[in-house]
Nanobody, 126 residues
Framework: QVQLVESGGGLVQAGGSLRLSCAAS????????RGWFRQAPGKEREFVAA????????GYADSVKGRFTISRDNAKNTVYLQMNSLKPEDTAVYYC???????????????????WGQGTQVTVSS
């Protein structure tokens, strides 16, 4: 059974940092685009960041550029999201995802992704 399991969420003060991890099992995702999305209450799921299979290409939402960094370790089948300078508006459930397709503009759309984790809550207090 294929699973993506996020961890590392929690409560942090504004200006603080968190590192999210997403460990995959059941298959190898080394050739997949990996992404992070988030969803706040009452809002649609939105793109946060994505990384190509070989780590050469990364993409970020404008709202997190310069503060968040996505990385991956294919040997561990894991993708990470380092979040610095957190703001209250970053509060959301964060989801990791995997896309078997090629890198492209599709990476910002949730519908492009084939596998999803269950999400981890990130709460930033002011």
């Amino acid at each position: 059974q294929v699973q993506l399991v996020e961890s590392g969420g929690g409560l942090v003060q504004a200006g603080g940092s968190l590192r999210l991890s997403c460990a995959a099992s059941g298959r190898t995702f080394s050739s997949y685009v990996r992404g992070w999305f988030r969803q706040a209450p009452g809002k649609e799921r939105e793109f946060v960041a994505a990384i190509s299979w070989n780590e050469i290409l990364t993409g970020y939402a404008d709202s997190v550029k310069g503060r968040f960094t996505i990385s991956r370790d294919n040997a561990k089948n894991t993708v990470y999201l380092q979040m610095n300078s957190l703001k209250p508006e970053d509060t959301a459930v964060y989801y990791c995802a995997a896309d078997r397709g090629a890198w492209g503009t599709r990476r910002v759309r949730p519908t492009a992704y084939d596998y999803w984790g269950q999400g981890t809550q990130v709460t930033v207090s002011s």
